[in-house]
């Protein structure tokens, strides 16, 4: 599994028929949209804790905080791949392909993490503007949120057991 950042300038790449631009390039632009999220988290924390009204940090920002950790683990093990040669252009030794099939097993489970824990960020800060009044609407919200947590849960259970021993995939 490869970063949205990679999937794109790889179509960019094969578009125009070149692959001029070096695997650095790529990895520099990944790396850079890691920095340019943790400004933004650290915006958000930083302001949150000023703010006169609340000087704590709420359930949403603790998993921003979250995502962004798991974002940048998942930043790290994509140069792990680019250092194995298989971002962008796949090229596997024999030798290499256990470290490679462990990674990436590895690697799948962080990025579906990562974006559940995105969508459990997002809910929570969305329950928190829901006006206590509007009972069914705040309903929906927390029913809305049990499915994204069991849905999360199954993804990760099938991931987890769907090939027992895992060794099977290398």
């Known amino acids: 599994m490869i970063s ?10 094969s578009c125009h028929g070149t692959r001029s631009l070096s695997t650095n390039i790529i990895k520099s632009f990944e790396w850079a949209s890691i920095g340019i999220t943790f400004v933004l988290v650290f915006l958000l924390v930083y302001i949150r804790l000023l703010s006169k009204e609340n000087r704590s940090l709420r359930l949403s920002d603790y998993l921003v905080i979250l995502a962004w950790t798991s974002f940048l683990i998942y930043g790290s093990l994509d140069t792990i791949l680019f250092y194995y040669g298989v971002i962008p252009s796949n090229n596997v030794t024999p030798e290499d392909f256990p470290i490679v099939a462990r990674v990436s097993y590895v690697q799948s489970m962080v990025w579906m993490n990562t974006t559940y824990i995105v969508k459990a960020a997002m809910l929570a800060h969305y329950i928190l503007f829901i006006p206590v009044y509007m009972g069914k609407l705040r309903k929906a919200a927390w029913i809305i949120s049990a499915l994204v947590l069991l849905s999360w849960l199954s993804q990760l ?5 769907w090939c027992l021993p895992i060794s099977r995939l290398w």
Do not use: Y
Not at 4 to 13: F, N, P, Y
Not at 157 to 161: N, R, T, V
């Open 4 to 13: 949205g950042a990679t999937v794109i300038v790889s179509i960019l790449l």
């Open 157 to 161: 259970l099938l991931q987890a057991l």
